[in-house]
């Protein structure tokens, strides 16, 4: 039966229920972000401060032939200038933690600042401190640099050629057999993922299905720049306020690059205006840090939107081929992919997370997928929501739609029938725990979108497309310390940066586990010296982890409540009981506020901590359905309608999880339709602004319907999955499977842009 | 004895075989003895005494990172798999 999804659904399969989990209270941090009081890394204004600004590369590939400062060090306000040669030399250290550990540390040091050569537009070349930003702007304009232009290689079906320009000329591919490549090359890395007999799988098939795809370049699009204020005290101390992902994550890549210790650095995360995956990584922080060094003075910096666009770290853009085998009544026989992705300037795209993503929706026995990191002359990229996935699966699934088109199996039917479940096969990784692909595509079954004919207009064309989506979604390390007042409340400390409205559901499921209301919480993004290591907010992990850990901080408490109580009421600790937030035992009760007067005047403070490391992730599945208008003149595709099914184990606060839902959507279809960096033959990044670069607005997308499926992850106690990513990966299948019904072409380049849709119109005509 | 399930470009020290079975208490007596078995295969899963930069192992589905003191029962299922992040 069909069910009106006009507002945000749950389909449970599970019986628990909750008192706090799965209930809208306000967020913690709603009145002060909608009056403004929230405060951000550029609020940050401290005494005697100065004001950094970089010098950025015009050319996309060139020689750093010479570079002279000494016209920018005599205007009067310049305190500072700096070059690579400022940094540390890295020698042959790799990357400690964070989101890439064992890269080596070169490429991350040479990103800061150009050492030797410029590897994309927009290179950092050097920094300059000066009394305000306009000394600073003026003084960059002094700087000399001589340039040794050289060819650029854009593209990784170019850089991949015998005979392209090497962009790192001691580059050696690490070849998947683990042997290196005698030659240098832009082929950082190449890897390979075989399961079963790919070749007898084909064999099998009574139709293979074997298509290309290209992408390109898009970034995370957040709406508050990369900023950050460093401090260098004379004994060494380092402090630093930033707009980042991560700061723990930021204090160890401070560590690495200015080989200074650890415990002398403290991050001081800030509110954060959006980062998608582009923040989960340092860009200003340790030019500000060594400008601080050298003039003594806190210096300020922050990027301008052509700075974001230009040098931080998009997604790739790059090449997929999908090669599909199918019986004739629609079971997969085996799959073939090949991913290449760019890495930009240095080494280390998403590309293996795309090449265990391509086929995860299904249950494939016999396939082989090959993946490619290669260099070009592009900023370096990095990670956004599902980092590779939406590229693979929008390949993978319109190779799937296609094959249900020319086989007439309905596309649900042929999802159901070759669906991943329980104990089946995940490529190079062990067999799926619980997922919920199958109770995904029931939903989207029946949802009011797909039980509603699509509604057809006199010369329009309409059509209605898709697409499954998955994503791992990470663990990481996790701290939570918890300081229980004397009046009952709580007041959490956390060190997961709040992206998505985290601090709410962390204190959610504190609330739940100690039995009090969360309104009685008080959660607090912490700083590095406050709180244990916290990995970076990413890979949809801190309502997972940070939620966990905070349930295993309330339980600390609990028990540390029971034992200061069994001291009071004189008896054993294991006869008191814990139910609804009220502890009792032998004729004794009081709840968590009693309990906590109680003991204040004993002297006992309890303070509830933890610090996790899960191991049982959960992976997130996602169906999506699509239904756009095409213009044949204009190729420009409206969408009519939109919904997004996910299972999100047990959502936690179910607002956060649908407008989770509908962010990856509206990120997706701006992926889908129009996101794309746009360059010359010479390199030159044509579109560094948000005129040009064109991301949808409130105008370009209809009310995204939501249905949040729960099926409960098996590896956290209230069956918490990851949700933030996940939604991202389907739109552009869906829409180019939608584009297909529409019109009867098949889309194979990212973004499907009304002159590249007019274009393949024209073409089919 | 555990069973260790070959990533593919490291089966040629294996002679092709996608998985081997393996005593060991822990992962690293297992990799100590794969090496052994298969000379060139541990130093491809350990270095300097720890697993990898990069990798990460799984036991029994459970993803325990670069934890090569993890335990593991006669009947453990072990994979080496790239590490993830995220965005």
């Given at each position: 039966m069909a069910v009106d999804t006009r507002v945000g659904?749950?389909?449970?399969?599970?019986?628990?229920?909750?008192?706090?989990?799965?209930?809208?209270?306000?967020?913690?941090?709603g009145l002060e972000k909608v009056t403004g009081e929230a405060r951000y890394g550029s609020d940050i204004n401290l005494p005697g401060q100065l004001h950094g600004k970089v010098l950025r590369s015009p050319h996309a590939h060139a020689r750093i032939v010479s570079i002279d400062t000494s016209g920018a060090e005599a205007l009067d306000g310049v305190r500072a200038v700096i070059t690579s040669a400022a940094f540390p030399d890295p020698g042959d250290k790799l990357t400690g933690g964070g989101e890439a550990p064992g890269l080596p540390l070169k490429f991350k040091s040479a990103n800061m600042l150009a050492r030797g050569k410029v590897h994309y537009?927009?290179?950092?070349?050097?920094?300059?401190?000066?009394?305000?930003?306009?000394?600073?702007?003026e003084a960059l304009k002094l700087i000399d640099v001589e340039y040794e232009v050289l060819d650029p290689v854009l593209e990784v079906w170019d850089a991949m050629k015998p005979d392209a320009p090497v962009i790192i000329e001691d580059l050696y591919t690490a070849k998947a057999d683990g042997t290196t490549a005698e030659e240098a090359s832009n082929v950082a890395a190449e890897m390979l993922y075989e399961v079963g007999d790919v070749d007898a799988g084909f064999a099998e098939a009574d139709l293979v299905v074997d298509r290309e795809f290209t992408f390109g370049v898009v970034h995370q699009g957040y709406i508050e720049t990369h900023n950050a204020t460093a401090h260098w005290l004379k004994d060494g101390h380092l402090h630093v306020w930033c707009s980042s992902q991560g700061a723990f994550t930021i204090r160890q890549e401070l560590a690495d690059l200015l080989d200074h210790p650890i415990t002398k650095i403290h991050v001081v995360p800030m509110e954060i205006g959006g980062g998608f995956g582009g923040k989960t990584t340092a860009y200003l922080e340790p030019l500000a840090a060594l400008l601080s060094r050298q003039t003594g003075h806190p210096v300020k910096m922050a990027m301008d939107r052509a700075d974001v666009l230009k040098a931080t770290g998009p997604t790739p853009g790059g090449y997929v081929r999908v090669k599909l085998g199918v019986t004739n009544d629609g079971m997969i026989t085996a799959g073939y992919a090949n991913l290449a992705f760019d890495a930009g300037g240095y080494p280390g795209s998403v590309v293996g997370a795309g090449c265990r993503c391509v086929f995860a929706p299904y249950n494939m026995p016999n396939a082989k997928v090959e993946g490619f990191d290669v260099v070009v002359n592009k900023p370096k990229t990095h990670a956004y929501r599902a980092p590779g996935a939406t590229h693979a699966e929008f390949a993978s699934e319109t190779v799937v739609d296609e094959i249900c088109r020319t086989l007439d199996i309905d596309p649900v039917e042929f999802r159901l029938k070759n669906s991943a479940k329980e104990g089946d096969w995940q490529l190079a990784m062990p067999p799926y725990p619980r997922i919920g692909h199958i109770e995904c595509m029931e939903a989207a079954r029946d949802s009011a979108q797909w039980q509603t004919p699509l509604e057809t207009a006199?010369?329009?064309?309409?059509?209605?497309?898709i697409a499954s989506g998955f994503w791992f979604n990470i663990g990481f390390t996790s701290s939570v310390t918890a300081k229980l007042n004397s009046d009952g409340s709580v007041t959490l400390l956390e060190g997961s940066t709040d992206i998505g409205g985290t601090r709410t559901s962390i204190a959610m499921q504190f609330a739940e586990t100690l039995g009090i209301s969360v309104e009685d919480v008080d959660p607090i993004v912490a700083d590095t010296d406050s709180v244990g290591q916290t990995d970076v907010t990413g890979g949809s992990r801190v309502t997972f982890a940070t939620g966990l850990a905070a349930h295993n901080a309330a339980n600390d408490m609990k028990d540390q409540i029971v034992e200061g109580?069994?001291?009071?009421?004189?008896?054993?600790?294991?006869?008191i009981t814990h139910a609804d937030g009220t502890f009792s035992a032998n004729g004794n009760s009081a709840t968590v506020g009693e309990a906590?007067?109680?003991l204040e005047e004993e002297g006992v403070f309890p303070i509830g901590k933890n610090t996790v490391t899960p191991t049982r992730e959960g992976g997130a599945f996602a169906v999506h359905i699509a239904d756009v208008e095409v213009d044949d003149e204009t190729g420009k595709v409206e969408v009519l309608r939109y919904t997004a099914v996910q299972d999100a184990g047990v959502a936690i606060y179910p607002p956060y999880v649908e407008g989770q839902m509908q962010g990856g959507v509206v990120q997706g279809v701006g992926w889908a339709l129009n996101e794309e960096y746009v360059y010359d033959d010479d390199g030159h990044l044509l579109n560094a602004s948000l005129l040009d670069y064109r991301m949808p607005t409130a105008l370009d997308v209809p009310n995204i319907e939501t249905i949040i499926v729960e099926v409960p992850n098996p590896g956290h106690p209230y069956g918490v999955r990851g949700v933030g990513e996940v939604p991202i990966v389907p739109p552009p299948a869906a829409m180019a499977n939608a584009i297909h019904d529409a019109t009867g072409v098949r889309m194979s380049h990212l973004p499907m842009s009304p002159a590249r849709v007019q274009a393949a119109l024209a073409a089919e005509a | 004895?555990?069973?260790?399930?070959?990533?593919?470009?490291?089966?040629?020290?294996?002679?092709?075989?996608?998985?081997?079975?393996?005593?060991?208490?822990?992962?690293?007596?297992?990799?100590?003895?794969l090496e052994a078995s298969?000379?060139?295969?541990g130093?491809?899963?350990?270095?300097?005494g720890q697993i990898r930069p990069g990798l990460s192992a799984f036991v029994d589905g459970a993803n325990v990172g670069r934890r090569l003191r993890t335990k593991l029962q006669p009947e453990s299922e072990l994979f080496f798999v790239e590490a993830l992040g995220g965005g």
């Open positions: 659904q749950t389909i449970k399969h599970h019986d628990e229920e909750y008192k706090v989990i799965g209930t809208r209270p306000i967020r913690h941090d537009h927009g290179h950092a070349i050097a920094a300059v401190a000066a009394a305000n930003p306009h000394v600073a702007a006199p010369g329009k064309k309409r059509g209605r497309g109580l069994a001291d009071l009421w004189d008896v054993a600790a294991d006869s906590a007067g109680l | 004895m555990a069973t260790v399930h070959i990533p593919t470009p490291m089966r040629e020290a294996t002679d092709g075989a996608a998985r081997v079975e393996i005593e060991g208490a822990t992962v690293r007596e297992v990799v100590e003895r298969f000379p060139g295969l130093g491809r899963l350990v270095e300097d």
